[in-house]
């Protein structure tokens, strides 16, 4: 059992190049997250997927797009990259839609991560 | 915005040593969880709070949720070099902290 799983694990680009993260889970989950973790800053959230065929933005959307291509699938597209977009990227799956927000209780399950260099 | 405030940002202690970290917010939260994290890993939930004055054991770990539910406590006691690593809390709208980073000496 894979659990989540991303790729690519590296990724190197250049300012204005654009690249897609991929990231499937294989535990039928229905919400799907997607977050950037920096130094002293602990894990932000990018976008989430609460169902297949929804997404929304979450607390840094800004520069981001999503896809939520299927219930297994999640992926992250940037479309321009910027410096400041150098993070670690990790995608997370939940069981159940954790929203509204009054009651959060849904074990997250993450993904090893995408450590992403923009120069 | 509900911030939650994790201290202290970096501990380093013997093998051996009982330690204390916190998870504080100006914010009620129905629930919090805390998250380890190794190097090069994601973080692994070890457990949800969800009632005011709530405390959970697991193993060598004490959690506990304080009476308001805006702030936890995660103590451990005579740490092992396994329990290096950073922990996280999380409260609603999937916030988290910036993390304890822990590191336990041989």
């Known amino acids: 059992n894979a659990g989540v799983t991303q790729t690519p694990k590296f990724q190197v680009l250049k300012t204005g190049q654009s690249m897609t993260l991929q990231c499937a889970q294989d535990m039928n989950h229905n919400s799907m997250y997607w977050y950037r973790q920096d130094p002293g800053m602990g894990l932000r959230l990018i976008y989430y997927s609460a169902s297949e065929g929804t997404t929304d933005k979450g607390e840094v959307p800004n520069g981001y797009n999503v896809s939520r291509l299927n219930k297994r699938e999640f992926s992250l597209r940037l479309e321009s990259a910027a410096p400041s977009q150098t993070s670690v990227y990790f995608c997370a799956s939940s069981e159940a839609p954790s929203f509204p927000a009054a009651l959060f209780t849904d074990t997250q399950y993450f993904g090893p991560g995408t450590r992403l260099t923009v120069l | 915005t509900q911030l939650l405030e994790q201290s202290p940002q970096f501990l380093s202690i013997q093998e051996g040593e009982n330690l204390t970290v916190y998870c504080n917010s100006s914010?009620?939260?129905?629930?919090l969880q805390w998250y380890r994290q190794e190097p090069g890993e994601g973080p692994v939930l070890l457990v949800t709070?969800?009632?005011?004055?709530e405390v959970k054991k697991l193993k060598r770990l004490t959690f506990q949720f304080g009476d308001a539910r805006k702030d936890s406590s995660l103590h451990i006691t005579a740490a092992q070099p396994g329990d290096t690593g950073l922990y996280l809390c999380?409260?609603?709208?999937?916030?988290f902290g910036a993390g304890t980073r822990l590191t336990v000496k041989p």
């Open positions: 914010s009620v939260f129905s629930s």
């Open positions: 709070v969800v009632t005011g004055g």
């Open positions: 999380a409260g609603g709208s999937m916030r």
